[in-house]
Nanobody
Framework: QVQLVESGGGLVQAGGSLRLSCAASGRTFSSYAMGWFRQGPGKEREFVAVISQNGSRTHYAGSVRGRFTISRDNAKNTVFLQMNSLKPEDTAIYYC????????????????WGQGTQVTVSS
């Protein structure tokens, strides 16, 4: 069992930055690939980024590539999402999730989910 708690969301102006954190419980954190998803108002939950178990590989959605960076600290059981050059369309609830499948993009391949943190980008 893995419990995930996101933090770091908030209100920011367009062009600004935020850093999201996701703290995981349990001693098996390093055995999971970790992903970030988001769900905007009236939209489906969508993939944002994923990082492999040891942090050596990452993958991003096209809409955030070059602006967002995912990283992890296995010693601290934490995964991060650095978000730069934020746009109003990035407004969403951001969720972190753990996958035993590796660099997974589909929601169904994730085993555990956090409760989410709200990110609002004003124009």
């Amino acid at each position: 069992q893995v419990q995930l708690v996101e933090s770091g969301g908030g209100l920011v102006q367009a062009g600004g930055s935020l850093r999201l954190s996701c703290a995981a419980s349990g001693r098996t954190f390093s055995s999971y690939a970790m992903g970030w998803f988001r769900q905007g108002p009236g939209k489906e939950r969508e993939f944002v980024a994923v990082i492999s178990q040891n942090g050596s590989r990452t993958h991003y959605a096209g809409s955030v590539r070059g602006r967002f960076t995912i990283s992890r600290d296995n010693a601290k059981n934490t995964v991060f999402l650095q978000m730069n050059s934020l746009k109003p369309e990035d407004t969403a609830i951001y969720y972190c999730a753990a996958s035993s499948y590796g660099l997974a993009l589909g929601r169904a391949t994730y085993d555990y989910w956090g409760q989410g943190t709200q990110v609002t980008v004003s124009s």
